[in-house]
């Protein structure tokens, strides 16, 4: 009796530890991208990414090694239908619910730029990769 009581907790313990929501969190794709990779070349680009959800915000950016987070900026307000980031190598720009414009300036360090945009909207997270070539 006390090796089924084992058995029926195990099998309990182990599928409700399994991971049937993937990595993106809990939530279905609520923010729907309209692409989740961009190339640049060298010479300073722009793009334009469209959602068709429109009750997300951007969770944070990263630029090669380097890391840049925004909540609590009194300067920027995540939640509004309209912000703009600037920074030396970049501006990100949320243009209304469901546009995001993004540009980068020419690429001078000899090395191929990686940027990364995580989006976020309830329990669900997505990313934008952009990827600048070098000289």
Known sequence: MYKIIVLF?????YSSCSDKYGLDGKWEDNIKLSTKKVEFGVEADSVIITTKGDWWWIDGISLNDSNYGYYNNED???ESDYYKIVEDDFVVERRDKNTLFVKMNKNLTGNQRVMTIVFEAGDYFDRVNIIQSAD
């Open 76 to 78: 920027i307000n995540l």
């Open 9 to 13: 907790l195990s099998v309990i313990l």
